[in-house]
Nanobody
């Protein structure tokens, strides 16, 4: 069964950190691009950070550059999003998604995803 399992969300104060995990089953990360999207109430969904499993290319939205780091552990078939120096505006439900192949990561948001995981809520208080 193909599945993406996101975890690691929680509540932190501004300046704190969290690490999200996206565990994939039923397919190999090396054949896909994995993305983290987020959506907060009243706002459009946005692409946060993506990683191309085949060559390790990464992408970060301007809003998270220098604070978030995406990485993968192919042995565990898991992608991580280390989120440091969190801000209240990072509050959102975070989703991990998978797109087969080697898409152009800045445009991943506009691609049809092959798989979606259930979201994990991140709440950052001021």
């Amino acid at each position: 069964e193909v599945q993406l399992q996101a975890s690691g969300g929680g509540s932190v104060q501004a300046g704190g950190f969290l690490r999200l995990s996206c565990a994939a089953s039923g397919f190999s990360l090396g054949d896909y691009a994995i993305g983290w999207f987020r959506q907060s109430p009243g706002n459009e969904r946005e692409g946060v950070s993506h990683l191309r499993g085949g060559d390790g290319t990464t992408y970060y939205a301007d809003s998270v550059k220098g604070r978030f780091t995406i990485s993968s552990d192919n042995a565990k078939n898991t992608v991580y999003l280390q989120m440091n120096t969190l801000k209240p505006e990072d509050t959102a439900v975070y989703y991990c998604v998978a797109k087969r192949g080697s898409p152009y990561l800045p445009a991943l948001y506009y691609c049809g995803m092959d798989y979606w995981g259930k979201g994990t809520l991140v709440t950052v208080s001021s």
